[in-house]
């Protein structure tokens, strides 16, 4: 028995049937990431006498006869751009190589209550600047199913280790499709919640506006089970949602007959890759087959959505990056002869080309005499974009589309030509601006066996909804099962 490839339903049910320990399954993820990580490069630090130590109290637990809760005991991958106390919080950036945070985010605390193993911290794009992981300071991680393929990003290091069995749960956070692309590349599941349905204290900021932390999983089930966790109202956080969370799990007891879809006539262009579209088309079929209602939609703002994005997250990233000068924590460049040059330096010797370019277009967007022409007019027809949803949403439950135009595309293909690399999100971008929920889940393969998603979008705080399709879906496909060759 593979204890790594058991679902998290599977590893509760054995744990307290006493079939395996804690200890167990904590050693069985420790040697497949050791097995695994020279091909993959998904972890950038792993945590194994702090998970052996946490694996023991677990087993206390169930000797004394008590009954685990569901994710009680489960090894959990973390992004490092998430504050936890006392381990390496590096946004996969030099500026912070030597930072350990002396507090740990919302998320963090939320998921130590509930009895998960954290088992490591995850590669990612720098500052979560990018959509295929190759930004990182510490190298690109690599696809499980093709490791000549990005695994996406910008949380590519999380995606590419639940797909390659090196954690059964992980946690990305999403600025305009970071956890839902790399889902879609990785063939997982991804869930970006609606922006303040999670804290996001202690998230390491890119975009403050835009960004959301969520799951990444194996199951639609796990997905579920893990925002249920993370999800609710955190006092530290003034974005966060006063708004209670309901039983996620009961969503996905009830079937999708009756349930109206949307089909944004403008999400299915003619440059879509051909075999994304196909089975896209397809999954919609087998979603009427289920009882679900299909109907063409407009959401006609979309074509500005890379433009508003660009302005509106590289201008919150200029003014949250600021604070990474060397003087209060991070590296700090050592040959500076004054003040400016020590700034000046820190910030050349430990920012990443993809990070210098973003805060200078952010810079750009706010200076004297710009900022009208370009931030406040993205503002507005941000505003515009979220109406359109708004609008479909009075006619439909919930909108369907493909995750990324494309499947994976090979490391190096797109790195020297941002444009190309940003329209690789044209499909996410949106959902982040309206601040809505929105999921991806496996859908099929291309003919090179590389994984298409489909997305599936909701109603601000309604992710069980889009949970409810995703896993009906699910259970009716079994594309969830196929595992990588890594």
């Known amino acids: 028995m593979n204890i790594h490839s058991l679902s998290v339903k599977e590893l509760n049910n054995k744990l307290n049937k006493k079939e395996i320990s804690c200890k167990e399954i904590v050693e069985s993820f420790l040697s497949r990431i050791e097995k695994v990580e020279p091909k993959v490069k998904a972890f950038l630090y792993t945590n194994g006498d702090r998970a052996r130590k946490k694996a023991e109290e677990v087993d206390k637990k169930i000797s004394s006869g008590a009954k685990l809760k569901p994710l009680e005991g489960i090894p959990i991958a973390i992004k490092d751009n998430m504050c936890t106390e006392g381990m390496p919080t590096t946004c996969a950036s030099k500026i912070l190589s030597d930072f350990k945070p002396p507090y740990s985010a919302d998320v963090i605390n939320r998921i130590e209550a509930t009895g998960m193993i954290i088992i490591g911290k995850t590669n990612m794009d720098e500052f979560a600047m990018g959509s295929s992981t190759e930004n990182s300071a510490y190298g690109a ?11 996406g990003g910008s949380s590519g290091g999380s995606a590419a280790a639940v797909a390659a069995d090196e954690a059964p749960l992980a946690l990305g956070s999403d600025t305009g499709g970071s956890i839902r ?71 996905l007891k009830k079937d999708i007959k009756g349930l109206r879809l949307g089909i944004p006539r403008e999400y299915f262009n003619p440059e879509m890759d051909s075999e994304v579209k196909n089975k896209i088309s397809e999954a919609i079929k087998k979603l009427t087959d289920l009882g679900a209602v299909v109907k063409e939609i407009s959401l006609p703002h979309t074509e500005y959505a890379v433009s508003v994005y660009y302005i509106i997250a590289t201008a919150e990233a200029s003014a949250n990056l600021a604070r990474y000068d060397g003087v209060r924590y991070g590296s700090r460049a050592n040959k500076a002869e004054n003040l400016f040059q020590m700034y000046s330096l820190t910030r050349g010797e430990g920012f990443g080309t993809e990070v210098k370019r973003r805060i200078m277009l952010g810079t750009y967007a706010l200076s004297a005499g710009y ?53 690789s999100d044209i499909f996410t971008i949106s959902v982040n601006l309206a601040g809505i929920p929105g999921i991806s889940i496996p859908c099929g393969f291309s003919k090179g066996n590389l994984p298409i998603g489909l997305q599936i979008l909701g109603r601000p705080f309604d992710e069980g909804t889009i949970l409810q399709i995703a896993y009906n879906f699910e259970q009716a496909t079994g594309y969830h099962l196929r595992k990588t060759n890594i």
């Open 371 to 423: 900022y009208d022409a370009y931030y406040l007019k993205a503002q507005k027809v941000r505003t515009l974009i979220k109406n359109d949803f708004d609008e479909a949403f009075k006619a439909c439950d919930a909108i369907i589309t493909p995750t990324a135009p494309t499947p994976a595309f090979k490391l190096g293909e797109k790195s020297t030509n941002p444009l190309e690399m940003y329209l």
């Open 141 to 151: 991680t690599r696809n499980p199913w093709d490791p000549e393929r990005a695994p």
């Open 181 to 251: 692309q790399p889902a879609s590349f990785c063939g997982v599941v991804g869930l970006k919640p609606t922006y303040g349905r999670v804290s996001r204290y202690g998230l390491i900021a890119f975009a403050s506006s835009l960004d959301q932390i969520g799951p990444i999983t194996r199951e639609v089930y796990d997905s579920a089970l893990l925002f249920q966790a993370i999800a609710g109202h955190d006092p530290k956080d003034s974005t966060s949602a006063g708004l209670s969370v309901p039983e996620i799990t009961d969503f």
